[in-house]
């Protein structure tokens, strides 16, 4: 209990420190469902990795697509939050205003994938870069630095061998200081031999190494250039030596890690988190309840009064149309994917509670849908409830598993949502078409036949109809049984006269788990986001 406390006081912060707190309830949106703002979408992703309390974090362009307004009060309370809670965060801004700049503790400055600066953003920066060939670097009044810098480290700009130049000095700093025109001298009031010189010299006290060039002393180091950062590293380990308290290594700081939820915590979080989202996004729930009511009222007057010659389409209609409206929830399960997995990598929670928990309710939503058309449409027939109707329940209930797998693995095995639908289509066709009815083992070739057996829908409708031959006292039975025994007759399934009640709802059961296990190690390995 204590730990879920923190964990809502921890959430609470974070909403409150990034100006989350008037969103908290509202949807993020989609493509096309309206959400909040982009900059509140902006700090909720952030707001989700900070919530984990991680030591160190990496932020990718997190102004992209803010107005330099935003971008700078985003920062703002990014950088202050993660003070409070002593995260080490490393941010990548490109061209960031002159005041957003001012806020970064570090700078590091890369080009070509190789580092050019690393050391303090501000005053440092600009003695650094006025060394580099002097003047020709220096950083002008009146200029935003960071996009002098940016501009300065920009091979299109300068060229390679201008880039080069840089690479070699803050391996090793060594400057070539251009010749001074007489505009400039004048502009900067040098009229003295003297002055010249000294102006030319990029520090004070470096010393000349050859003509018109200037380099650092014995044990001076110049700020920002990788003998610095190598010195200060040095330096760092000296003092953890000397005072091993004031610093950790990684097996300490892991050991030091809050223990882990368990399984039943994690799950009970997680089911909490899915009754919010019903809350918030009610159609997504509320539009299968009343889709099932709906093709109840309409089902169930066409096969009213229905006699024991059409019970096989009947049987075949009822349980196929609700198997497949777990179809509706296949874009959420393609969008949700990428949050779950960033979610999963920021150490919230695993793979396998999320999907045991999003596999469960939405297999529960699908059981009470298909409860509530069923019993719609079985109301309208005059067919025996005992001990039809529980066992046909039951029929769907296996079939839904096995249908909710499919889906399942389709939503996280795919890339896109168009490779997704295409997918899906296919698989949907090939359950429909080899469904015991339309295509069966009387009128099919053999050769063909195999598709019955991985049809959820060929599964569910003979053992509806086995049901209605082998349990309680239905009138029609015997008839029943003719059709589904009978060859080379219309109307005729070449089914077998055998119970297969339990044994095809054992089968779809264990292709339900061989699928779902199939479905979790989908959403754990494939397609995970970029980093």
Not at 441 to 447: A, C, H, L, N, V
Request: proline share 5%; glycine share 8%.
């Amino acid at each position: 209990m204590a730990r879920e406390v923190i964990g809502v006081k921890m959430a609470i912060a974070v909403l409150r420190a990034l100006g989350l707190e008037e969103v908290q309830d509202s949807l993020v949106g989609t493509d096309d469902v309206r959400g909040i703002s982009g900059g509140q979408k902006k700090r909720m992703e952030i707001g989700r990795v900070l919530v984990s309390n991680p030591y160190l974090i990496f932020l990718d362009e997190p102004t992209s697509g803010l107005s330099a307004a935003d971008a700078v009060k985003l920062m703002k309370e990014v950088k202050k939050l993660v003070t409070d809670l002593g995260i080490v965060a490393v941010s990548v801004i490109h061209q960031p205003r002159n005041r957003l700049f001012k806020m970064f503790d570090n700078l590091i400055l890369l080009c070509n994938g190789k580092m050019v600066y690393s050391g303090p953003p501000k005053s440092a920066a600009a003695k650094y870069f006025a060394s580099i060939e002097h003047p020709k670097h220096a950083l002008p009044n009146q200029c935003n630095p960071a996009d002098h810098y940016v501009d300065h480290i920009t091979p299109s700009i300068w060229g390679q061998a201008e880039m080069q130049g840089m690479f070699d000095f803050f391996e090793n700093p060594s400057s070539k200081v251009c010749e001074l025109s007489q505009q400039y001298m004048d502009s900067v009031g040098i009229s003295s031999a003297d002055a010249k010189t000294e102006a030319m010299n990029p520090f004070h006290g470096w010393i000349r190494t050859g003509k018109g060039v200037w380099g650092p002393g014995e044990g001076v180091y110049v700020e920002g250039s990788l003998p610095s950062v190598l010195h200060r590293l040095d330096e760092a380990r000296s003092i953890q030596n000397s005072r091993p308290e004031l610093g950790k290594d990684v097996q300490t700081l892991a050991s030091e890690l809050p223990l882990p939820l368990s399984l039943s915590e994690r799950m009970k979080v997680l089911f909490f988190k899915e009754l919010v989202c019903l809350k918030r996004d009610q159609i997504r729930f509320t539009g299968k309840i009343f889709n099932a009511i709906f093709m109840g009222l309409l089902l169930g007057p066409v096969y009213a009064n229905i006699e024991a010659q059409n019970l096989a389409a009947f049987a075949m209609i009822v349980t196929y149309i609700p198997l497949t409206q777990s179809f509706a929830v296949m874009p959420t399960l393609f969008r949700e994917r990428q949050y779950a997995q960033l979610e999963r990598a920021s150490g919230l929670y695993d793979t396998k509670t999320y999907f045991l928990i999003t596999f469960v309710y939405s297999f529960f939503f699908s059981c009470l849908t298909a409860f509530s058309m069923l019993v719609i449409c079985y109301a309208f027939t005059d067919l025996p409830w005992w001990p039809q109707f529980p066992i046909m329940y039951l029929v769907v209930v296996a079939g839904f598993g096995m249908m909710d797998g499919v889906i399942y693995v389709v939503a996280y095995s795919c890339k896109t949502m168009d490779q997704m639908l295409v997918v899906f289509n296919g698989t949907i066709g090939i359950f429909m078409f080899a469904n015991g009815f339309t295509m069966n083992k009387d009128t099919s070739p053999g050769w063909i036949n195999w598709l019955l057996y991985i049809s959820p829908i060929f599964y569910s409708m003979e053992a509806t109809l086995s049901a209605f031959v082998h349990y309680g006292s239905y009138s029609g039975a015997d008839e029943v049984e003719h059709l589904m025994t009978c060859t080379g007759s219309q109307g005729c399934l070449g089914l077998s006269g055998d119970n297969v009640v339990w044994r095809n709802i054992l089968i779809m059961a264990a292709l339900a788990v061989v699928i779902s296990s199939w479905a979790g190690y989908c959403l754990a390995t494939k397609h995970l986001p970029e980093r």
